[in-house]
């Protein structure tokens, strides 16, 4: 009796693997197979942002999220991944929100005319009554990605996949670790943004980058639009604190951002590390080592 069972339930299950064998692509093809939605165009979202917005492609509308590149986020969500973003570009979070803000005006501009958007239709992360999908974008200009870092509007963040142009990814990761050294070389977007003034408040962002006055990927442009001048600088800063003024432990997020060096992020984590013994104890601060230590303890008590 064993034998007769046996018999048509090894069938059945010789049968399906050989069918899995035959056609591997039956369940993932749409997923593994580069696909093309030419003529597409951006439809206006309040939840559109410099790597993930709506788009319609033949009727479809699909919301598309770039991979490898993270632009910061234009509103307060998540403190943890604004003050990732921050830490990144070496910023205090509202001016890496103002960073996201111009990073979606950038998008905008590009995406203005119609574009390209190349995808295996992987589902992207998130919740949205239209389809989420990872993909890249091709403008006249170039891939949208690419763009977005070399001009400092986004970090190399998130998730990858092989180009459909036959790089691997991490061909397309060292690509883009270049266009980003070229972007800090040149100050731009992000990177223009240097340093926390003694006032805490931080120089301001860079103006909204004009799309048409852009840094390509495909060529080198001497420009440093929105560039600011030393002179402007100096007169933005106001005078600094006097040495050994502050008190470690009851000073306010205001008056520790009065510290040349200390922006609102790290003002954050030392009232979060209170109590100390002495200032001394700044070096257990995350992302105080020893060159942060020398420039910001001779101003505490």
Not at 110 to 124: I, Q, Y
Not at 167 to 196: F, I, M, P
Not at 230 to 250: F, H, M, R, S, Y
Request: contains cysteine; hydrophobic residues 35%.
């Amino acid at each position: 009796m064993i034998k007769k069972l046996s018999s048509p339930l090894i069938s059945i299950i010789c049968g399906a693997i050989w069918l899995v064998a035959l056609d591997p692509g039956d369940a993932r093809g749409k997923e593994k197979d580069w696909i093309m939605l030419d003529h597409c165009q951006l439809v206006p979202n309040k939840a559109n942002d410099g790597d993930s917005f709506h788009v319609r492609a033949n009727d479809t509308e699909y919301l598309v999220r770039l991979y490898f590149v993270d632009a910061p986020e234009t509103a307060s969500v998540g403190p943890e991944r604004l003050i990732e973003q921050a830490e990144y570009f070496g910023v205090s979070v509202p001016q890496v929100i103002e960073i996201g803000l111009d990073a979606k005006k950038f998008v905008d501009a590009k995406l203005s005319e119609p574009f390209t958007v190349v995808t295996r239709l992987a589902g992207g992360l998130g919740r949205s009554k239209v389809q989420r999908i990872y993909g890249f974008v091709r403008t006249k200009e170039g891939d949208l990605g690419e763009q977005l870092i070399a001009n400092g509007l986004a970090r190399i963040h998130g998730t990858s996949a092989p180009s459909p142009g036959g790089s691997t990814s991490a061909d397309e990761r060292e690509k883009l670790a270049q266009l980003e050294n070229e972007a800090k070389r040149r100050q731009v977007g992000g990177w223009g943004v240097t340093g926390q003034p003694s006032n805490g408040i931080g120089p301001q962002p860079q103006a909204s980058p004009d799309a048409s006055r852009s840094i390509p990927v495909t060529r080198t442009s001497s420009s440093l639009a929105g560039a600011r001048s030393p002179g402007e600088v100096k007169n933005c800063a106001k005078d600094k604190t006097q040495l050994g003024k502050i008190d470690i432990n009851t000073a306010t997020e205001k008056e520790l951002t009065t510290v040349p060096g200390i922006g609102h992020v790290m003002a954050a984590r030392i009232i979060a590390a209170r109590p100390f013994r002495s200032a001394d104890d700044l070096k257990r601060v995350s992302g105080i080592g020893e060159k942060k230590y020398a420039q910001v303890r001779p101003y505490f008590q």
